[in-house]
């Protein structure tokens, strides 16, 4: 059998060892063959691919961003759809596919796999923000990698003794904010899930204040401010006509001192966080994730992803992966709010 695989969308930390996963069980116990599409959907639509021997995943698990290249790419557009996919993987000789995405990823497989196309898939999202996984590789490096980047913050915070303001990653969930948030100690973290009033943070950041502490606060890029109707935006679109999210950090700066009277500084951390090399823990997941896909692919589990339960690696439906977006519960909120200040 031969098989093809892509990465689309957002790259993240692991993305790299789900491939050499798939590529060394699919080898070495099924002797299957292996071709990696070329920028994701775009390889998918234009039959552009390159061949995945054993030798080409050497070594890359270590690796962050993909060997494959990605892109923000609608299979469905710009010539595409089931029937010309169809028609580049009859002349490659590709059997089924494997595709590692987040949501519109594998919303795009679904609608594929329902055309007849044998496709399984792979969640990823550094924003963990996938239902019907606990947790998804690339996670655990942004929240190590913010987590690093907020205690330096936290020094020259200390030393000039300023508030601090870390804007994160998470455009509909806060769950990089809480965990970099709680392994930091911030004094306050903002959230898409919990609107807050402008009062509130500040009397945060008082309270910190008064305790002879730097104020600290991190904030998800997607947090909406009690009383904002979209999470700030004032850069475009992006390749899904979404709204690029960023810069709501250096909105509240500005607002804390002036009712505070506390010197703010915003830092935005931005895509250093889907870089470099993955945690032991992503690397691990990353690795069963692909291994478990030759699982699917050799039992014909059409139309389903890899997904962790606990610390099991299950197969669900598409459908179970797409119904909504794993938010922060409320109770883990309160959990992380009752420290606050």
Same mark, same amino acid.
């Given at each position: 059998?031969?098989? /093809?695989?892509?990465?689309?969308?957002?790259?993240?930390?692991?993305?790299?060892?789900?491939?050499?996963?798939?590529?060394?069980?699919?080898?070495?116990?099924?002797?299957?063959?292996?071709?990696?599409?070329?920028?994701g959907w775009?390889?998918?639509?234009?039959?552009? !691919?390159?061949?995945?021997?054993?030798?080409?995943?050497?070594?890359? %698990?270590?690796?962050?961003?993909?060997?494959?290249?990605?892109?923000?790419?609608?299979?469905?557009?710009?010539?595409?759809?089931?029937?010309?996919?169809?028609?580049? #993987?009859?002349?490659?000789? !590709?059997?089924? #596919?494997?595709?590692?995405?987040?949501?519109?990823?594998? %919303?795009?497989? +679904?609608?594929?796999?329902?055309?007849?196309?044998?496709?399984? &898939?792979?969640? +990823?999202?550094?924003?963990?923000?996938?239902?019907?996984?606990?947790?998804?590789?690339?996670?655990?490096?942004?929240?190590?990698?913010?987590?690093?980047?907020?205690?330096?913050?936290?020094?020259?915070?200390?030393?000039?003794?300023?508030? =601090?303001?870390?804007e994160v990653?998470?455009?509909h969930v806060?769950?990089?904010?809480?965990?970099?948030? =709680? *392994?930091?100690?911030?004094?306050?973290? @903002?959230?898409?899930?919990?609107?807050?009033? #402008?009062?509130?943070? *500040? +009397?945060?950041?008082?309270?910190?204040? &008064?305790?002879?502490?730097?104020?600290?606060?991190?904030? $998800?890029? &997607?947090?909406?401010?009690?009383? =904002?109707?979209?999470?700030?935006?004032?850069?475009?679109?992006?390749?899904?006509?979404?709204?690029?999210?960023?810069? !709501? *950090?250096?909105?509240?700066?500005?607002?804390?001192?002036?009712?505070?009277?506390?010197?703010?500084?915003?830092?935005?951390?931005?895509?250093?966080?889907?870089?470099?090399?993955?945690?032991?823990?992503?690397?691990? @997941?990353?690795?069963?994730? /692909? =291994? $478990?896909?030759?699982?699917?692919?050799?039992?014909?589990?059409?139309?389903? #992803?890899?997904?962790?339960?606990?610390?099991?690696?299950?197969?669900?439906?598409?459908?179970? %992966? @797409?119904?909504?977006? +794993?938010?922060?519960?409320?109770?883990?909120?309160?959990? *992380?709010? %009752?420290?606050?200040?």
């Open positions: 059998m031969k098989i /093809g695989i892509l990465t689309s969308g957002g790259d993240c930390p692991g993305l790299n060892a789900v491939i050499r996963g798939a590529v060394l069980k699919g080898i070495a116990v099924h002797g299957q063959e292996f071709v990696g599409y070329r920028d775009r390889g998918v639509v234009e039959g552009d !691919i390159v061949d995945l021997p054993r030798t080409s995943v050497r070594g890359i %698990a270590k690796q962050g961003g993909t060997i494959l290249g990605t892109s923000r790419t609608n299979p469905f557009e710009n010539g595409g759809g089931p029937e010309v996919i169809k028609g580049h #993987m009859d002349r490659l000789g !590709i059997d089924a #596919m494997i595709a590692i995405g987040g949501e519109g990823t594998l %919303a795009a497989a +679904k609608r594929l796999t329902d055309a007849g196309l044998k496709i399984v &898939g792979v969640p +990823k999202t550094v924003d963990n923000d996938l239902d019907a996984t606990d947790y998804t590789f690339g996670f655990d490096t942004a929240v190590e990698i913010a987590t690093e980047a907020i205690d330096r913050l936290r020094t020259t915070g200390e030393s000039h003794h300023r508030c =601090m303001i870390a990653m998470g455009r806060g769950w990089i904010a809480l965990h970099a948030g =709680m *392994a930091s100690g911030a004094h306050a973290i @903002l959230i898409p899930e919990q609107p807050v009033s #402008m009062e509130q943070i *500040a +009397k945060w950041v008082e309270q910190a204040h &008064g305790r002879g502490r730097a104020p600290l606060v991190v904030v $998800a890029e &997607g947090f909406v401010l009690e009383g =904002m109707s979209a999470p700030h935006s004032e850069r475009g679109l992006d390749g899904y006509g979404r709204p690029r999210l960023g810069g !709501i *950090a250096e909105q509240l700066a500005p607002e804390i001192e002036s009712r505070t009277g506390i010197e703010t500084r915003a830092t935005i951390l931005g895509h250093i966080q889907r870089g470099g090399v993955p945690t032991a823990f992503d690397r691990v @997941l990353a690795t069963r994730l /692909g =291994m $478990a896909a030759i699982d699917s692919v050799v039992e014909g589990r059409w139309g389903t #992803m890899v997904s962790l339960d606990g610390t099991e690696i299950v197969h669900v439906g598409f459908d179970a %992966a @797409l119904g909504r977006l +794993k938010t922060v519960p409320q109770h883990r909120y309160d959990e *992380a709010a %009752a420290i606050f200040g």
